[in-house]
Nanobody
Framework: QVALVESGGGLVQAGGSLRLSCAAS????????KGWFRQAPGKEREFVAH????????YYADSVKGRFTISTDNAKNTVYLQMNSLKSEDTAVYYC????????????????WGQGTQVTVSS
C-alpha cells in the first residue's frame, strides 16, 4: 500500500499562488495515476486535477483550467499542484490520491488518499 502526505497549504489573498506537495512512501509511486481533489465545508469532494502514471496525460476540472498545474517528480516520489490566480471559491481541504483506474474524475477511481491540507483564499 501507499501512504500519502500533503503539505503546502495555508492562507493566501485572492490572486496569489500556492504549491501543494504530496509525498508518497514506497518505491513504486511512479506506476500509479495521481490526482488532486478538494472538499469545501458542506460540499462533496470534487475532482481538481489528474496526471497519468506515465505523465503523458493531464486533466483538469473546468473551474481550474489555466490556473492550476499538476506535475510529478518520480525521483522524489512526489506529486505537485501549482495553484495560481487563486480565488475565494478555491478555499477547501485539498487531498492527493493515487490509483490504477482508467477513470479519473471520481473519488472512487483512486485507492490511496492523503490526510488533506487546508487552503484558504481571502477576498
Amino acid at each position: 500500500q501507499v501512504a500519502l502526505v500533503e503539505s503546502g497549504g495555508g492562507l493566501v489573498q485572492a490572486g496569489g499562488s500556492l504549491r501543494l506537495s504530496c509525498a508518497a512512501s514506497g518505491r513504486t509511486f511512479s506506476n500509479y495515476n495521481k490526482g488532486w481533489f478538494r472538499q469545501a465545508p458542506g460540499k462533496e469532494r470534487e475532482f481538481v486535477a489528474h496526471i497519468s502514471w506515465s505523465g503523458y496525460s493531464t486533466y483538469y476540472a473546468d473551474s481550474v483550467k489555466g490556473r492550476f498545474t499538476i506535475s510529478t517528480d518520480n525521483a522524489k516520489n512526489t506529486v505537485y499542484l501549482q495553484m495560481n490566480s487563486l480565488k475565494s471559491e478555491d478555499t477547501a481541504v485539498y487531498y492527493c490520491a493515487a490509483g490504477s483506474s482508467t477513470y479519473y474524475r471520481r473519488a472512487r477511481d483512486y485507492n490511496y488518499w492523503g490526510q488533506g491540507t487546508q487552503v484558504t483564499v481571502s477576498s
